[in-house]
T-cell receptor, first 113, second 111 residues
């Protein structure tokens, strides 16, 4: 069964600190991987997208990495801000597109003063 | 440019009642989707549409129906609501299948 697992489930960090969120997937064949940010009470918003041939992609203070061999991705947040408090969701697309998106359950990040 | 708009944002139903959630997008997207999000689970696809007049079943379609009579609108219907349908529902649209813009969500409670 195609799955996407994220860790940790939740994380609390102090403002200004860095953190790394993990995503392991068994989706195959793999097309691309996205990281979404979901603020409380809002819909997910795309942060990054990477195809199987890309190793890293940045969007401001967010940097995603991908190792297609080990089927692992990470999202690194630099110099965290209070506004980074949200759920971060890893989404993997099967080759062939269509609607074969598999969503992870998300990592709930809280940034505190 | 409103993007993807869902109505209503909140609704409480009694078991057996029916209702319709409306999703409207102003981006001329062909693809539209309805997902549900439950605690501890990833977003799950209910139904989707690849263009006006077309609909298809997703991962968890039972108990739901959809219609796409106009390109900009995608309706999700519950004919006889059940407590198991208590959830947050998200609509999404996209120019291509896996580049999605999500709405803000509709929280439904079935008593």
């Amino acid at each position: 069964k195609n799955q996407v697992e994220q860790s940790p489930q939740s994380l609390i960090i102090l403002e200004g600190k860095n953190c790394t969120l993990q995503c392991n997937y068994t989706v195959s064949p793999f097309s691309n991987l996205r990281w979404y940010k979901q603020d409380t009470g809002r819909g997910p918003v795309s942060l990054t997208i990477m195809t199987f041939s890309e190793n890293t992609k940045s969007n401001g203070r967010y940097t995603a990495t991908l190792d297609a061999d080990t089927k692992q991705s990470s999202l690194h947040i630099t110099a965290s801000q209070l506004s980074d408090s949200a759920s971060y969701i890893c989404v993997v697309t099967l080759t062939g597109g269509g609607n074969k998106l598999t969503f992870g359950t998300g990592t709930q990040l809280k940034v505190e003063l | 440019n409103a993007g993807v708009t869902q109505t209503p944002k909140f609704r409480v139903l009694k078991t057996g009642q029916s209702m319709t959630l409306l999703c409207a997008q102003d981006m001329n997207h062909e693809y539209m989707y309805w997902y549900r999000q439950d605690p501890g689970m990833g977003l799950r696809l209910i139904h989707y549409s690849v263009g006006e007049g077309t609909t298809a079943k997703g991962e968890v379609p039972d108990g739901y129906n959809v219609s796409r009579l106009k390109k900009q609108n995608f309706l999700l219907g519950l004919e006889s609501a059940a407590p198991s349908q208590t959830s947050v529902y998200f609509c999404a649209s996209g120019v291509i299948a896996n580049v999605l813009t999500f709405g803000a969500g509709s929280r439904l409670t079935v008593l």
